[in-house]
T-cell receptor, first 115, second 112 residues
């Protein structure tokens, strides 16, 4: 089955700096890669996702890049703000029926943005 | 209206008890899930279910069982609770497998 590795487990940056979180996946058939943000006491919430037919996607200060050959994808947050502090999860899925369609999550990155 | 709602938010119970957590989604989604988040924040899938198939993660003890009275609900029943069951349990739903998952706010289960 799919296995997703995520690094680093913790990341501390100064407000205004950029933050990068990296993930690798094992199943070459995976084609859907979302990123979730989890704030304290809340459920994870999708912030951006990318499918395997696209190499990069951007939404304001957030961008995701995908390298299918190397089987890794990354989250980039620019101009970080204190409200970006949270736990971020990457995930991967084959995107169709059966257990392979289920989202498999990385172990999370706790991002702290210092004012 | 909350898209995915689960109750209760907190649940404290003694070892050996049987308990249930309820989940409802009003998004018209086909597939619902239960995830367990341990103290290290690791999100592990327990079940996924739509009207055609129930997929059980092989590592989940059979003390855990999902029950779906209809397409909008997937409840989690836990028998003979153990200390190691203490965690936060999240319900989620997707339009279909491999699309954006919407999560509930979580149920923090503490077994004493």
């Amino acid at each position: 089955g799919e296995n997703v590795e995520q690094h680093p487990s913790t990341l501390s940056v100064q407000e205004g700096d950029s933050a990068v979180i990296k993930c690798t996946y094992s199943d070459s058939a995976s084609n859907y890669f979302p990123w979730y943000k989890q704030e304290l006491g809340k459920g994870p919430q999708l912030i951006i996702d990318i499918r395997s037919n696209v190499g990069e996607k951007k939404d304001q200060r957030i961008a995701v890049t995908l390298n299918k050959t190397a089987k890794h994808f990354s989250l980039h947050i620019t101009e970080t703000q204190p409200e970006d502090s949270a736990v971020y999860f990457c995930a991967a899925s084959r995107g169709y029926g059966g257990s392979q369609g289920n989202l498999i999550f990385g172990k999370g990155t706790k991002l702290s943005v210092k004012p | 209206d909350t898209a995915v709602s689960q109750t209760p938010k907190y649940l404290v119970t003694q070892m050996g008890n049987d308990k249930s957590i309820k989940c409802e989604q009003n998004l018209g989604h086909d597939t619902m899930y239960w995830y367990k988040q341990d103290s290290k924040k690791f999100l592990k899938i327990m079940f996924s279910y739509n009207n055609k198939e129930l997929i059980i993660n092989e590592t989940v003890p059979n003390r855990f069982s999902p029950k779906s009275p209809d397409k909008a609900h997937l409840n989690l029943h836990i028998n003979s609770l153990e200390l190691g069951d203490s965690a936060v349990y999240f319900c989620a739903s997707t339009l279909r497998r491999g699309t954006e998952a919407f999560f509930g706010q979580g149920t923090r289960l503490t077994v004493v």
